[in-house]
């Protein structure tokens, strides 16, 4: 993973030249003046925990496991949203961890959490470090340092239950390694993140993360069955059977807890049998609201494909649906992509209904090459960023969720908010927007905005989001529908559930992280 940027290097694909320029023209983009940082010229302050806390983690994980050089810091340095990216790339880790802890087991987890609780040290979990909500950006202030916890050591397929099809996985598999290791047992997870190529299966559940075939196969808190979680206090088994009647579900607690309740070192997922055939395709509407009401037809009487997302008439001319073919010339209307994974009869038979609904509906096949493109570039994008950072651009992305009857005006209301705030600073944006994914009563809606960097290009993306998050809750959206809360988040979240709700949820902290340390800020405002 690149330091200050997303994903392999060599992947890295400069912007066509085209777009460059239209961008230039268009939107004011113009190349940085701010000098450009190498890994090896940022400084990191020197690691501040209390004196016996080194000695003390290496005997619970194994001495080469504490690691407290500038690079594996600097690496574990918040998550991968454009504020997390140009601020790294600026050199700025004012808040690196102090150290980095990789433990092995659940047990080694206990201890860590044990030795930090006892010694005030804040604790980060980690998986594949690809927040975009702050979730790795604790607030440290009042705590004697911070540890990153980076589970990448806990990667293993613990167990397979063929006969009820679910598995067992350790927190900190990748989600490539993990899809690998099911298919070899002939089976698939299904969840499939633009971040899938570095996200892990504990952050999955922890950030309740939603993956782009999620019409098919659900979110990643719909597949989880059973969990382990290590506190400061002992463990939480969470799970026994599918569906209990026996009290609330404390499995709910710990999904979307984003490591403030404790530390997740086990996950039960339910699985599929891996697909025979897969098949994507386009359609094109004639209006982003003809679309919309398309897919809530498709969403609300079924059957429903596997992958169904409709990009909006800016989305679908500039062809962000299609990152691979970005800058070619595009469709008009609105572009919707539908894909199908399984058993070749039971595809036919789904498609074909699907078909019948979507034509119905107003729409016109484009056939398998618009979807079969999205296919193709359907993890590029997040390179497609870097490469616009690079060339003085600021682009962005956020998301929200509400029910069908309130998705015009959240739409209308986010657009208004990102448009208004980023003209008014000088910076007019392109604001693009797609349904991300759909259920019988609403979707979500996930935008994309470009617009020059500007002067202090941190500040005007967070004046811009702020006004976006302010806009998602007046028009009775949900704060986040997949990124989850972080800190960025945390003060629409708490609008969003009300004071009862956030004492609740702090009452639950208090019992099982009395001295605060997991991931203080992230969720709900630090108690100190
Ligand atoms: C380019 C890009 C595209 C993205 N696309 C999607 C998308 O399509 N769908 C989607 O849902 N999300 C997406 N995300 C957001 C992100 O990938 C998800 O939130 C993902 O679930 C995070 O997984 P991770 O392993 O990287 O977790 P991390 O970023 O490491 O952690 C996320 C949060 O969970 C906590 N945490 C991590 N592991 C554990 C654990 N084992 N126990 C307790 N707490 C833990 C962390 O402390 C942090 O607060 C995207 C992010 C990027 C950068």
């Not at 997949?482 to 009300?498: C, F, K, L, M």
């Amino acid at each position: 993973m690149a330091w200050n940027g997303w994903g392999d290097p060599a992947r890295a694909t400069p912007l066509p030249e085209p777009v460059t320029r239209l961008l230039q023209d268009l939107l004011g983009v113009r190349p940085s003046d701010a000098p450009r940082v190498r890994l090896d010229q940022v400084k990191v302050a020197d690691p501040r925990l209390p004196g016996d806390a080194l000695t003390a983690l290496a005997q619970a994980v194994g001495d080469p496991h504490v690691r407290a050089d500038a690079e594996t810091r600097i690496r574990h340095t918040r998550g991968k949203s454009t504020p997390d990216l140009l601020r790294i790339r600026a050199g700025e880790v004012a808040d690196a961890p102090d150290a980095v802890v990789l433990p092995a087991t659940h047990d080694e987890v206990l201890a860590v959490l044990r030795i930090c609780a006892e010694r005030r040290i804040a604790v980060v979990p980690f998986g594949g470090g690809t927040s975009v909500v702050g979730g790795l950006a604790p607030e440290a202030g009042g705590f004697t340092g911070v540890v990153a916890l980076d589970l990448r050591r806990m990667d293993a397929l613990v167990d397979v239950d063929p006969v009820s099809r679910t598995a067992t996985l350790q927190p900190g598999l990748r989600a490539p390694r993990a899809e690998e290791l099911l298919r070899e047992h002939g089976f698939t997870l299904g969840h499939y993140p633009q971040s899938y190529e570095w996200a892990s299966i504990g952050g999955f559940a922890a950030a309740r993360s939603s993956g782009q075939a999620s019409a098919g196969y659900g979110r990643f808190d719909e597949m989880v069955l059973a969990l382990t979680v290590a506190t400061p206090e002992g463990t939480l088994e969470l799970g026994r059977a599918p569906r209990s009647a026996a009290g609330p579900d404390l499995r709910q607690l710990v999904l979307g807890s984003e490591g403030a309740f404790g530390v997740i070192t086990s996950v039960t997922v339910r699985i599929r049998p891996a697909p025979a055939t897969a098949a994507y395709e386009g359609w094109r509407f004639p209006s982003f609201d003809a679309g919309t009401a398309a897919l809530r037809k498709v969403a609300q009487d079924g059957p429903l494909p596997t992958v169904l997302r409709l990009s909006d008439e800016t989305e679908t001319m500039i062809g962000l649906a299609r990152p691979d073919r970005i800058g070619a010339l595009q469709e008009s209307g609105c572009l919707a992509v539908a894909g199908y994974e399984g058993e070749e009869q039971e595809v036919a038979a789904r498609r074909a209904a699907v078909e019948r609904v979507l034509r119905e509906a107003g729409g016109e096949p484009l056939g398998a090459e618009p979807g079969e493109s999205w296919a193709h570039g359907r993890f590029n994008a997040p390179y497609l960023r870097d490469s616009l950072l690079e060339i003085g651009a600021m682009a962005e992305t956020l998301e929200t969720a509400a029910f069908w009857s309130k998705i015009p005006a959240l739409y209308a209301a986010v657009r208004d908010a990102l448009t208004g705030t980023l003209t008014d600073a000088g910076t007019p944006p392109v604001v693009m927007c797609h349904i991300s994914h759909v259920y019988p009563a609403g979707a979500s809606l996930y935008f994309t905005v470009v617009s020059a960097q500007g002067p202090d290009p941190v500040a005007h993306w967070l004046r811009a989001k702020h006004a976006a998050n302010d806009a998602i809750i007046a028009a009775g959206g949900t704060i986040s529908h997949h990124h989850g809360v972080g800190t960025d988040h945390r003060d629409w979240y708490a609008a969003e559930i009300g004071p009862l709700a956030v004492d609740l949820l702090r009452a639950v902290k208090q019992r099982v992280d009395p001295a605060g340390v997991l991931n203080p800020g992230v969720l709900l405002p630090s108690s100190r």
